[in-house]
């Protein structure tokens, strides 16, 4: 661009100073409108071929950096529209990529609460269970010791008896019987053993 300015610049500069020193020329002679009306139709042919040969030489000079510009430009929208594109499908794909997860995670959430509840479900049947047995065990201890605290007070209350049914009996053999009668005793004593 830098290297078409000042050939832009000289164009410009000749086709604003050939009018200017036609004018002056008409001015210095003295004859300002005659001298233009004088041109004729050969003087305006010459400005219009003047002004296809200033605007040629600009559209020549400028043609290639012109050229280049908007290529360099159309390159530009091209990279940025791709650049915009790529970030749009980059985005779709996080975006579905983040609703999948949005999904599974609703989904990761109903099968946790569901497994929490089979989970606890499962502890509390083992909690009850184990309670049970320690119920069971406790009120097996607790009979074993009820049957042995019988066994020993039925003892003592035998024991009890027994020495009651010895002294009463030996009160009664001492006071009641005989000596006939204790013989007889210690008869049926001997047969039955």
């Not at 050939?7 to 009018?19: E, M, Y």
């Not at 650049?83 to 980059?90: D, G, L, V, W």
């Not at 609703?99 to 109903?110: G, K, T, W």
């Amino acid at each position: 661009m830098k290297k078409f300015l000042p050939a832009a610049l000289l164009c410009l500069a000749l086709s604003i100073g050939s009018p200017l020193v036609h004018a002056q020329e008409a001015e210095e002679g003295g004859h300002g409108e005659k001298a233009h009306e004088e041109e004729g139709p050969l003087g305006t042919a010459f400005k219009w071929v003047n002004l296809l040969v200033l605007i040629g030489g600009v559209v020549y000079l400028l043609r290639k950096p012109a050229r280049e510009f908007f290529e360099t430009r159309k390159k530009d929208i091209t990279i940025g529209l791709d650049r915009a594109k790529t970030a749009q499908e980059e985005s779709s794909r996080r975006m579905s990529e983040i609703e999948q997860r949005l999904a599974r995670m609703s989904q990761d959430i109903a099968a946790m609460k569901t497994q929490a509840e089979t989970d606890s479900s499962k502890e509390r049947d083992n909690i009850l269970a184990d309670a049970k047995r320690d119920v069971e065990r406790l009120v097996d201890q607790s009979r074993q010791e009820i049957d042995r605290i019988a066994r020993g007070i039925e003892r003592d209350i035998k024991g009890k008896i027994a020495d009651a049914v010895v002294e009463r009996a030996g009160h009664t053999l001492e006071t009641q019987m005989t000596e006939d009668d204790q013989k007889r005793v210690v008869v049926r004593f001997l047969n039955k053993v």
